[in-house]
């Protein structure tokens, strides 16, 4: 089944405590991204990749890192959280079209509560 | 002006009604464009792709109007499980190796007995 995964689906921690939340995909897709989600602000970009080894910045990126060391994989991590960075993370998935995407896969989302 | 807006709803609708959201983009760049459907707490999913000619699926259009650059989704006959947040996504490219995509805030459509 075509699927993009996330783990973990809920997570509660507290600031300053790095964590990583994996995203994996088994569509071979070139296009990958995190999303963050919150009430009033709608869904925002938070970083992107169009390759492997190849990320580019979104709309909000500070204070997350993201790698693309595989195709199928793009973890996102937080090295100091805070806790503005509670949130409903997505991560989703696409064929690359020109330099961006068309149709976007998404993950099941993560619901983080930083203490 | 925001790049994309949508009216945020809700729209509150009797089941069978049939119902219009628009979304705005504000770059006339902009070249491709989608709807998706989330329900609550759950992952976007894409609804349908929206064509310079617009295109239908079942009960549901899409239509583009780039002179007044908007997006239109109409659902007919409305049913209860239509009841979602409906994202519309504008893509924009720059040439080179430049691009964006924004997600609309979404408008949120209950449909009631």
């Known amino acids: 089944e075509a699927q993009v995964t996330q783990n973990p689906r809920y997570l509660i921690t507290v600031t300053g405590k790095k964590l990583t939340v994996t995203c994996s995909q088994n569509?071979?897709?070139?296009?990958m991204s995190w999303y963050r989600q919150d009430p009033g602000l709608g869904l925002r970009q938070i970083y992107y990749?169009?390759?492997?080894?190849?990320?580019d910045k979104g709309d909000v990126p500070e204070g997350y890192k993201v790698s693309r060391k595989e195709k199928r994989n793009f973890p996102l991590i937080l090295e100091s959280p805070s806790p503005n960075q509670t949130s409903l993370y997505f991560c989703?998935?696409?064929?690359?079209?020109?330099?961006?995407?068309?149709?976007?896969?998404f993950g099941p989302g993560t619901r983080l509560t930083v203490l | 002006r925001k790049e994309v807006e949508q009216d945020p709803g809700p729209f509150n609708v009797p089941e069978g009604a049939t119902v219009a959201f628009n979304c705005t983009y504000s770059?006339?760049?902009?070249?491709?464009f989608f709807w998706y459907r989330q329900d609550c707490r759950k992952e976007p999913k894409l609804l349908m792709s929206?064509?310079?000619s617009g295109n239908e699926d079942g009960r549901f259009t899409a239509q583009l109007n780039r002179a007044s650059q908007y997006i239109s989704l109409l659902i007919r006959d409305s049913k209860l499980s239509d009841s979602a947040t409906y994202l519309c996504?504008?893509?924009?490219?720059?040439?080179?190796?430049?691009?964006?995509?924004?997600f609309g805030k979404g408008t949120k459509l209950s449909v009631k007995p």
């Open positions: 996504v504008v893509i924009t490219y720059y040439g080179g190796s430049q691009g964006n995509l924004i």
């Open positions: 929206v064509y310079s």
């Open positions: 989703a998935s696409g064929r690359r079209q020109g330099v961006v995407t068309d149709t976007q896969y």
């Open positions: 770059n006339s760049a902009s070249q491709s």
């Open positions: 569509m071979n897709h070139e296009y």
């Open positions: 990749s169009m390759n492997v080894e190849v990320t």
